[in-house]
């Protein structure tokens, strides 16, 4: 077959191939385009967003809690770096345990808004990670996410709970052993009795690790509930003692 005749065939091919090239490429492109021009993507996810207009002063606080601290309290820097106001619509936690506001709901070009923060330690052990996360009214904008990793000591076990008593005894007394926490070491240095009748006294078992509270009722307290306070090279900490005579 002449030349001539087959060229009409091999431009159809050539036009078809430019076409599927392009359908391919035009989304890569668009995307490289997008991302050049600042805009970011979310790790995990194919959302493209807009490039940011708060600047997070700090997103990741590690906070040491004190052993007996009930409340622990931080603060969070957001900064606008864009030309326009960026309002605040919430502020959302990821556990009760946690609350978080804001000091401002408009952030003028050049300001800044704080957001305090407050975390319920009571009764809890270990590290613990927490997220907030910060609403705007910005266009195609995830929120803002500030973490907060709460390093807590473990408290040292007192037992038993329930002790006994022999009643109107000269040498009237009882006691209980203080122990530290697996693999931990712990000075205790002092123990105080806040609510109850009695007095207490701390002896060394072993230094670092075990210790014994000695409890001396007062006369008149046949049965009664001894709130004890105890000082420790990590902090302070409180425990109930039921004490019962015989």
């Avoid at 668009?30 to 490039?51: H, K, L, M, S, Y």
């Avoid at 622990?72 to 946690?98: A, E, M, W, Y």
């Avoid at 530290?180 to 006294?201: F, H, N, Y």
């Amino acid at each position: 077959m002449p030349m001539s005749l087959r060229q009409p065939k091999m431009v159809k091919m050539c036009t078809g191939a430019v076409g599927l090239l392009r359908k391919v490429l035009a989304p890569a492109i668009w995307v490289a385009c997008a991302f050049g021009a600042g805009a970011t993507q979310t790790e995990g996810r194919n959302d493209i967003v807009a490039p940011p207009a708060l600047y997070k002063l700090e997103d990741n606080l590690n906070i040491h809690v004190s052993l007996g601290q009930r409340s622990v309290q931080t603060q969070f820097f957001l900064i606008n770096r864009s030309p326009n106001p960026v309002h605040i619509k919430g502020v959302r936690t990821d556990c009760s345990c946690t609350h978080a506001v804001a000091t401002n709901e408009t952030i003028q070009p050049g300001g800044d808004a704080i957001i305090s923060a407050s975390f319920d330690t009571a009764g809890r052990e270990g590290v613990q990670s927490h997220v907030i996360s910060v609403y705007t009214d910005e266009p195609i904008r995830l929120p803002y996410e500030l973490h907060v990793q709460l390093d807590l000591p473990t408290a040292p076990t007192i037992q038993p709970r329930a002790v006994l008593w022999r009643a109107n005894h000269e040498s009237a007394k009882t006691q209980v052993l203080v122990t530290a926490p697996a693999g931990q070491t712990m000075d205790l240095q002092s123990a105080t009795v806040i609510e109850g009748r009695a007095k207490v006294s701390v002896e060394t078992i072993k230094a670092g690790s075990v210790y014994r509270l000695i409890l001396i009722p007062s006369s008149g307290a046949f049965t009664d509930i001894l709130k004890l306070s105890l000082s420790c090279t990590s902090g302070q900490v409180d425990y109930f003692v039921h004490l019962r005579a015989l």
